[in-house]
């Protein structure tokens, strides 16, 4: 199998400059798997890689709303898509129990101390706010949506701003 790590480089970035000693969770959604990344006391503590993108979000869509895959994703990326779906609730459910149980058990066997304090989430299935609030109803914490245009004020000229997503 294979390991996305080119999420280690936003990683840095949401770690540096922090002063916090809590532990913390970047999501990284693509089209077909997440990469998480565990950091705790400023530090990259392990890498994963879940079975949960964007695809099954746009599969489950497509059942709950009877249409083809290809329409069911341009409703989500525009989205047109009503605010509960049986299918993609599930979905986005049974990737939060995954998520919840790696944490589980990275903490029994002491790779992480603390229970995650924060959560951020990047990639293209972040634009999925079924998910986003799925994971702050699973983990009791809010969902930061990485910026890293405000984060790291980059000027973005106003002719192409509205075209540009975080």
């Known amino acids: 199998s294979v390991m996305d790590c080119s999420a280690t480089a936003l990683a840095a970035q949401v770690i540096r400059g922090k002063k916090a000693s809590g532990c913390g969770v970047i999501l990284d959604v693509g089209r077909n798997s997440t990469t998480v990344i565990f950091y705790e006391n400023e530090s990259v503590i392990q890498i994963r890689s879940l079975a949960f993108g964007g695809r099954h979000v746009t599969q489950a ?3 709950d ?8 994703e341009t409703l ?3 989205g047109d898509y009503p ?3 049986a299918g993609t609730g599930k979905t986005c459910s049974v990737f939060c129990a995954d998520l919840k149980n ?3 058990f ?7 101390l603390n229970e995650p304090e ?7 299935g972040s634009l999925f706010v079924p998910l986003r609030k799925e994971l702050e109803t699973c983990f009791s ?3 930061a949506v990485l910026d890293l245009i405000r984060l790291k004020q980059v000027e973005i000229p106003e002719s192409i701003s509205n075209l540009v997503q975080p």
């Open 61 to 63: 869509l497509a059942q």
């Open 76 to 78: 989500k990326v525009n």
């Open 141 to 143: 914490s809010p969902v």
């Open 65 to 72: 709303l009877s249409v083809t895959f290809d329409e069911a």
């Open 118 to 124: 924060t959560i951020t989430i990047t990639g293209g």
């Open 106 to 112: 990275m903490r029994i066997n002491g790779l992480l």
């Open 102 to 104: 790696t944490i589980e």
């Open 83 to 85: 605010e509960t779906c």
